[in-house]
């Protein structure tokens, strides 16, 4: 019954999603005032909200428009299902100012198979990759996906391995001179973000212990069940499969060595492992199957987000 709700993309499915955010958030909100300014707090609070919903429909085109699911709603729903199990992350903007941009940079390079403007796209996702670095450093690693996608497909023209540095000295230049001109703190805190943190001690309750419990083991299932089954996809999306893969050992890397670590580092996981579910369910017969992961997935999120409030 849950998987005919969202078997297909409708207005409906898509004004249900946005309604969800909305109460994930507002609840979250009411439970953890944040901001003391009133002012301020408004303006965060939209802030926030704008780029949960960009990223939320971004997730949605990327999945869409490169072909890698049917046309469900699947991937949204489990983008939505795992922000909910990490409420840090809705207070949290340079996380998800960082997200948002890495979803800019994997929706050039996943649309790098179709072989137009290859060298447009490796050099737009390099600069989207180092501007999320702007707002959470170790983002910097991601650049190894450029690189991977290039190997994938264009490896043969030397100029498009040299384009992530052009990339690179093109968004230093501009950052120096805008942090000289404004404000030369941006320096320093670009700085400080380098440092490394490999200790996993920073839970406040038992229920944030129980929230990345619960997706760690629902990641491992999914990101194993796709590399064991990924030769089995349509042969011209095999190369973006691997990419999300990739995607998300990366995203587990920038989590784990990530100074000021909370589970908010994970959302660089959240896209790749939501497209992951979706083919999952996507590619099984078995109703029962899907019926009951989502039942676990669905009601495992909600749990874990109210026993957090």
């Known amino acids: 019954m849950i998987t005919s709700v969202f078997k297909k993309s409708t207005i409906l499915n898509y004004t249900l999603i946005v309604i969800l955010v909305l109460l994930f958030f507002f609840l979250h909100q009411s439970s953890d005032l944040y901001p003391k300014n009133l002012s301020q707090g408004f303006l965060i609070t939209i802030e926030t909200l704008a780029l949960l919903l960009a990223s939320l429909f971004l997730v949605n085109f990327i999945v869409k428009k490169n072909g890698l699911t049917k046309d469900s709603s699947y991937a949204i729903l489990f983008f939505l299902l795992f922000l909910a199990l990490f409420q840090s992350i809705f207070n949290n903007t340079n996380i998800l100012f960082a997200n948002f941009f890495l979803l800019l940079a994997i929706r050039r390079l996943i649309s790098l198979q179709t072989l137009k403007q290859p060298k447009e796209k490796i050099f737009d996702a390099s600069i989207w990759i180092f501007i999320a670095a702007l707002f959470h450093f170790w983002c910097i690693l991601f650049i190894v996906l450029v690189y991977i996608s290039i190997i994938f497909h264009v490896s043969r ?67 194993f069940s796709t590399i064991f089954t990924v030769s089995n996809r349509p042969l011209i999306l095999q190369a973006s499969y691997k990419k999300m893969i990739f995607t998300f050992i990366v995203g587990v890397i920038v989590f784990l060595i990530s100074p000021d670590k909370n589970n908010s580092m994970l959302i660089f996981t959240l896209m790749p492992l939501s497209l992951m579910c979706t083919n999952n369910i996507e590619f099984s017969q078995n109703n029962m199957y899907k019926e009951i992961v989502l039942l676990i997935l669905i009601s495992g999120s909600f749990f874990i987000f109210f026993a957090q409030l």
Do not use: G
């Open 157 to 223: 023209d030397y100029r498009n391995w040299l384009l992530p540095f052009v990339a690179f000295v093109t968004t230093a230049i501009v950052f120096l001179a805008a942090a000289l001109f404004f404000d030369k703190t941006w320096i320093d805190h670009i700085f400080d973000q380098t440092r490394m943190n490999f200790e996993l001690d920073y839970f406040t309750n038992n229920y944030q212990n129980i929230a990345l419990s619960f997706y760690s083991v629902i990641a491992l299932y999914f990101v």
